[in-house]
Nanobody
Framework: QVQLVEFGGGLVQAGGSLRLSCAAS????????MGWFRQVPGKECEFVAA????????YYADSVLGRFTISRDNAKNTVYLQMNSLKAEDTAVYYC?????????????????WGQGTQVTVSS
């Protein structure tokens, strides 16, 4: 089992920045691909970003490319999502996810463990 806890959500004006953190516990963090997803009520959960086990490969949704940056610190068992130039359409609950056997990176079905989510609200 892996426990994931997200931090850093909140209310920000359009154009502003937020940094989300996700702290993992329970198993060796470095064996997991880590991803960020987001969901708006009434819509499907959407892939945002993912990072390989070593941190050497990064993946982004087209909607956030150039504005968001995913990173990880395996020594601290933490993955981050730096969000810049935020837009109203970035408003959602953001979830951190971990998967040991992830191949596709962008598919939520491949991730085994999920955090409880953190709300990000961007006011226009």
């Amino acid at each position: 089992q892996v426990q994931l806890v997200e931090f850093g959500g909140g209310l920000v004006q359009a154009g502003g920045s937020l940094r989300l953190s996700c702290a993992a516990s329970g198993r060796t963090f470095s064996i997991f691909v880590m991803g960020w997803f987001r969901q708006v009520p009434g819509k499907e959960c959407e892939f945002v970003a993912a990072i390989s086990k070593s941190g050497g490969s990064l993946y982004y949704a087209d909607s956030v490319l150039g504005r968001f940056t995913i990173s990880r610190d395996n020594a601290k068992n933490t993955v981050y999502l730096q969000m810049n130039s935020l837009k109203a359409e970035d408003t959602a609950v953001y979830y951190c996810a971990a998967g040991a056997g992830v191949i596709g990176m962008r598919s939520r079905d491949e991730y085994d463990f999920w955090g409880q989510g953190t709300q990000v609200t961007v006011s226009s």
